[in-house]
Protein backbone atom coordinates (compact mmCIF):
# COMPACT_ATOMS: atom_id res chain seq x y z
CA UNK A 1 0.00 0.00 0.00
CA UNK A 2 0.98 3.51 -0.93
CA UNK A 3 1.03 6.28 1.60
CA UNK A 4 -2.25 7.53 0.29
CA UNK A 5 -4.05 4.47 0.92
CA UNK A 6 -2.67 4.10 4.42
CA UNK A 7 -3.66 7.23 5.54
CA UNK A 8 -7.20 6.76 4.31
CA UNK A 9 -7.17 2.98 6.10
CA UNK A 10 -5.91 4.40 9.07
CA UNK A 11 -8.20 6.92 8.99
CA UNK A 12 -11.47 4.95 8.66
CA UNK A 13 -9.87 2.42 11.28
CA UNK A 14 -9.62 5.41 13.41
CA UNK A 15 -13.36 6.03 12.91
CA UNK A 16 -14.83 3.22 13.28
CA UNK A 17 -12.84 2.28 16.61
CA UNK A 18 -14.00 5.40 17.64
CA UNK A 19 -18.18 3.89 16.73
CA UNK A 20 -17.05 0.84 18.92
CA UNK A 21 -16.06 2.44 22.28
CA UNK A 22 -18.36 5.25 22.36
CA UNK A 23 -21.50 2.46 21.72
CA UNK A 24 -19.83 -0.09 23.58
CA UNK A 25 -18.41 1.44 26.60
CA UNK A 26 -18.84 5.13 25.90
CA UNK A 27 -14.79 5.73 27.35
CA UNK A 28 -12.69 8.57 26.06
CA UNK A 29 -9.77 6.96 27.68
CA UNK A 30 -10.44 3.72 26.59
CA UNK A 31 -10.61 4.82 23.14
CA UNK A 32 -7.51 6.64 23.40
CA UNK A 33 -5.38 3.45 24.68
CA UNK A 34 -6.92 1.38 22.07
CA UNK A 35 -6.06 4.49 19.33
CA UNK A 36 -2.81 2.56 17.69
CA UNK A 37 -5.08 -0.45 17.34
CA UNK A 38 -7.07 2.15 14.63
CA UNK A 39 -3.73 2.95 12.87
CA UNK A 40 -3.09 -0.37 12.64
CA UNK A 41 -6.65 -1.08 10.50
CA UNK A 42 -4.72 -1.30 7.51
CA UNK A 43 -3.03 -4.20 8.40
CA UNK A 44 -6.30 -5.80 8.98
CA UNK A 45 -7.32 -5.18 5.44
CA UNK A 46 -4.16 -6.37 3.68
CA UNK A 47 -5.72 -9.87 2.90
CA UNK A 48 -8.81 -8.46 1.17
CA UNK A 49 -6.84 -5.92 -0.45
CA UNK A 50 -4.34 -8.48 -1.92
CA UNK A 51 -7.33 -10.31 -2.97
CA UNK A 52 -9.17 -7.34 -4.90
CA UNK A 53 -6.01 -6.73 -6.56
CA UNK A 54 -5.53 -10.26 -7.81
CA UNK A 55 -8.76 -10.10 -9.29
CA UNK A 56 -8.24 -7.22 -10.97
CA UNK A 57 -4.67 -8.26 -11.96
CA UNK A 58 -6.30 -11.55 -13.48
CA UNK A 59 -8.53 -9.32 -15.66
CA UNK A 60 -6.09 -6.82 -17.08
CA UNK A 61 -3.86 -9.90 -17.83
CA UNK A 62 -6.57 -12.39 -19.98
CA UNK A 63 -6.93 -8.74 -21.49
CA UNK A 64 -2.97 -8.95 -22.14
CA UNK A 65 -3.04 -12.46 -23.46
CA UNK A 66 -5.50 -11.67 -26.12
CA UNK A 67 -3.80 -8.26 -26.82
CA UNK A 68 -0.46 -10.49 -27.40
CA UNK A 69 -3.05 -13.43 -29.43
CA UNK A 70 -3.85 -10.62 -31.77
CA UNK A 71 0.13 -9.57 -32.31
CA UNK A 72 1.58 -13.22 -32.97
CA UNK A 73 -1.44 -13.35 -35.26
CA UNK A 74 -0.49 -10.06 -37.06
CA UNK A 75 3.02 -12.11 -37.49
CA UNK A 76 4.76 -10.62 -34.18
CA UNK A 77 7.17 -11.77 -32.77
CA UNK A 78 6.68 -13.10 -29.01
CA UNK A 79 8.89 -9.95 -27.51
CA UNK A 80 7.31 -7.30 -30.17
CA UNK A 81 3.34 -8.98 -29.39
CA UNK A 82 3.97 -8.32 -25.94
CA UNK A 83 5.11 -5.02 -26.81
CA UNK A 84 2.38 -3.85 -28.64
CA UNK A 85 0.04 -5.20 -25.80
CA UNK A 86 1.91 -2.87 -23.33
CA UNK A 87 0.00 -0.11 -25.97
CA UNK A 88 -3.27 -1.67 -26.03
CA UNK A 89 -3.18 -1.90 -21.89
CA UNK A 90 -2.18 1.65 -21.81
CA UNK A 91 -4.75 2.85 -23.64
CA UNK A 92 -7.73 0.48 -21.94
CA UNK A 93 -6.24 1.18 -18.11
CA UNK A 94 -4.30 3.85 -18.36
CA UNK A 95 -0.23 3.47 -18.03
CA UNK A 96 -0.27 3.04 -14.14
CA UNK A 97 -2.39 -0.08 -14.08
CA UNK A 98 -0.74 -3.46 -12.57
CA UNK A 99 -0.51 -5.37 -15.80
CA UNK A 100 1.61 -2.42 -17.83
CA UNK A 101 3.52 -1.81 -15.11
CA UNK A 102 4.40 -5.64 -15.25
CA UNK A 103 4.78 -5.95 -19.26
CA UNK A 104 7.15 -2.72 -18.94
CA UNK A 105 8.96 -4.70 -16.61
CA UNK A 106 9.37 -7.64 -18.78
CA UNK A 107 10.36 -5.99 -21.92
CA UNK A 108 13.17 -3.83 -19.68
CA UNK A 109 14.48 -7.31 -18.55
CA UNK A 110 14.46 -8.89 -22.27
CA UNK A 111 16.43 -5.33 -22.88
CA UNK A 112 18.96 -6.15 -20.31
CA UNK A 113 19.55 -9.50 -22.12
CA UNK A 114 17.88 -11.41 -20.00
CA UNK A 115 16.07 -14.85 -21.47
CA UNK A 116 12.57 -13.80 -22.23
CA UNK A 117 11.42 -17.23 -20.57
CA UNK A 118 12.92 -15.73 -16.82
CA UNK A 119 11.97 -12.39 -17.02
CA UNK A 120 8.51 -14.52 -17.76
CA UNK A 121 8.87 -16.62 -15.24
CA UNK A 122 9.84 -14.05 -12.37
CA UNK A 123 6.92 -12.41 -13.28
CA UNK A 124 4.44 -15.89 -12.95
CA UNK A 125 5.99 -16.01 -9.44
CA UNK A 126 6.04 -12.15 -8.16
CA UNK A 127 1.94 -12.26 -9.65
CA UNK A 128 0.94 -14.63 -7.07
CA UNK A 129 -2.11 -15.67 -9.35
CA UNK A 130 -2.10 -19.56 -10.00
CA UNK A 131 -3.49 -18.50 -13.88
CA UNK A 132 -0.76 -16.59 -14.97
CA UNK A 133 2.14 -19.21 -13.26
CA UNK A 134 0.02 -22.13 -15.06
CA UNK A 135 0.02 -19.93 -18.33
CA UNK A 136 3.69 -19.15 -17.90
CA UNK A 137 4.80 -23.35 -17.90
CA UNK A 138 2.69 -23.99 -20.41
CA UNK A 139 4.14 -21.03 -22.47
CA UNK A 140 7.60 -21.52 -21.80
CA UNK A 141 7.38 -25.59 -22.76
CA UNK A 142 5.54 -24.33 -26.12
CA UNK A 143 7.91 -22.24 -27.21
CA UNK A 144 10.92 -23.94 -26.56
CA UNK A 145 9.26 -27.05 -28.08
CA UNK A 146 7.71 -25.31 -30.72
CA UNK A 147 3.99 -26.23 -29.79
CA UNK A 148 1.02 -24.04 -31.09
CA UNK A 149 1.36 -21.02 -29.52
CA UNK A 150 -1.66 -19.22 -30.66
CA UNK A 151 -4.12 -22.04 -29.39
CA UNK A 152 -2.24 -22.52 -26.00
CA UNK A 153 -2.93 -18.69 -25.77
CA UNK A 154 -5.92 -18.26 -27.08
CA UNK A 155 -7.29 -21.76 -24.55
CA UNK A 156 -5.81 -19.81 -21.42
CA UNK A 157 -7.92 -16.50 -22.39
CA UNK A 158 -10.77 -18.60 -22.23
CA UNK A 159 -10.42 -20.26 -19.32
CA UNK A 160 -9.38 -16.94 -17.19
CA UNK A 161 -12.59 -15.57 -18.99
CA UNK A 162 -14.79 -18.36 -18.01
CA UNK A 163 -13.27 -18.12 -14.31
CA UNK A 164 -13.45 -14.53 -14.10
CA UNK A 165 -17.35 -14.82 -15.30
CA UNK A 166 -18.01 -17.17 -12.81
CA UNK A 167 -16.40 -14.92 -10.26
CA UNK A 168 -18.74 -12.19 -11.42
CA UNK A 169 -21.83 -14.25 -11.90
CA UNK A 170 -20.99 -15.53 -7.60
CA UNK A 171 -20.86 -11.68 -6.90
CA UNK A 172 -24.25 -10.80 -8.43
CA UNK A 173 -25.92 -13.43 -7.15
CA UNK A 174 -25.06 -13.09 -3.38
CA UNK A 175 -25.27 -8.99 -3.88
CA UNK A 176 -28.38 -9.16 -2.03
CA UNK A 177 -27.23 -11.13 0.43
CA UNK A 178 -24.27 -8.63 1.04
CA UNK A 179 -26.56 -5.69 1.50
CA UNK A 180 -28.49 -7.50 4.11
CA UNK A 181 -25.21 -8.17 6.05
CA UNK A 182 -24.33 -4.31 6.13
CA UNK A 183 -27.67 -3.32 7.06
CA UNK A 184 -27.99 -6.40 9.93
CA UNK A 185 -23.89 -5.04 10.87
CA UNK A 186 -25.75 -1.37 11.24
CA UNK A 187 -29.07 -2.30 13.09
CA UNK A 188 -26.84 -2.60 16.78
CA UNK A 189 -25.56 1.03 16.11
CA UNK A 190 -28.92 2.79 15.16
CA UNK A 191 -30.57 1.07 17.92
CA UNK A 192 -27.94 2.74 20.46
CA UNK A 193 -28.25 5.93 18.76
CA UNK A 194 -32.15 6.17 17.83
CA UNK A 195 -32.82 5.52 22.36
CA UNK A 196 -29.60 7.65 23.45
CA UNK A 197 -31.34 10.48 21.16
CA UNK A 198 -35.12 9.77 22.52
CA UNK A 199 -34.39 8.51 25.77
CA UNK A 200 -31.23 10.48 27.26
CA UNK A 201 -29.35 8.26 29.98
CA UNK A 202 -31.57 4.99 29.29
CA UNK A 203 -28.17 2.75 28.79
CA UNK A 204 -26.11 4.61 31.40
CA UNK A 205 -26.22 1.94 33.58
CA UNK A 206 -24.57 0.08 30.89
CA UNK A 207 -21.58 2.34 31.02
CA UNK A 208 -21.26 3.25 34.82
CA UNK A 209 -21.18 -0.15 36.69
CA UNK A 210 -18.91 -3.65 36.81
CA UNK A 211 -21.73 -5.42 35.27
CA UNK A 212 -22.74 -3.53 32.96
CA UNK A 213 -19.29 -2.77 31.57
CA UNK A 214 -18.82 -6.93 31.28
CA UNK A 215 -22.56 -7.25 29.66
CA UNK A 216 -21.85 -4.68 26.98
CA UNK A 217 -17.71 -6.74 26.40
CA UNK A 218 -19.47 -9.68 25.89
CA UNK A 219 -22.20 -7.74 23.29
CA UNK A 220 -19.28 -7.03 21.75
CA UNK A 221 -17.99 -10.01 21.63
CA UNK A 222 -20.68 -11.58 19.56
CA UNK A 223 -21.11 -8.64 17.16
CA UNK A 224 -17.34 -9.04 16.24
CA UNK A 225 -18.24 -12.81 15.86
CA UNK A 226 -20.75 -12.21 14.10
CA UNK A 227 -19.47 -10.10 11.91
CA UNK A 228 -16.26 -12.80 10.87
CA UNK A 229 -19.29 -15.48 10.33
CA UNK A 230 -20.84 -13.53 8.14
CA UNK A 231 -17.96 -12.27 6.00
CA UNK A 232 -16.95 -16.19 5.75
CA UNK A 233 -20.13 -17.25 4.43
CA UNK A 234 -20.24 -14.33 1.85
CA UNK A 235 -16.97 -15.55 0.77
CA UNK A 236 -17.00 -18.30 -1.97
CA UNK A 237 -13.51 -19.07 -3.58
CA UNK A 238 -13.93 -20.18 -7.81
Known sequence: MGKKEWLIYSAQ??????????????????FL???P?????????????????LETLAKQFRDA???????LNAGYSVENAFSASLTEMERVYGSDAMICTEIRLLLSKVRLNRTFEEA????????????????????????????ELMKIISRTADIIGEKIRIQEDILTATASRRLEQRFMSAIPFLIVFY??????GFFGILYTTLTGRLLMTVCLAVFL??????????????
Not at 65 to 71: C, E, I, K, N, Y
Open 195 to 200: IELTSP
Open 65 to 71: VLAVSSG
Open 37 to 53: VGFAYPLVLRKDLKKKR
Open 13 to 30: GVLYLALLTFVFYRSMGL
Open 33 to 35: AVL
Open 120 to 147: FGDLAVRSGLEDIRNFAEVFLAARRSGG
Open 225 to 238: AAQAVSKRILEIEV
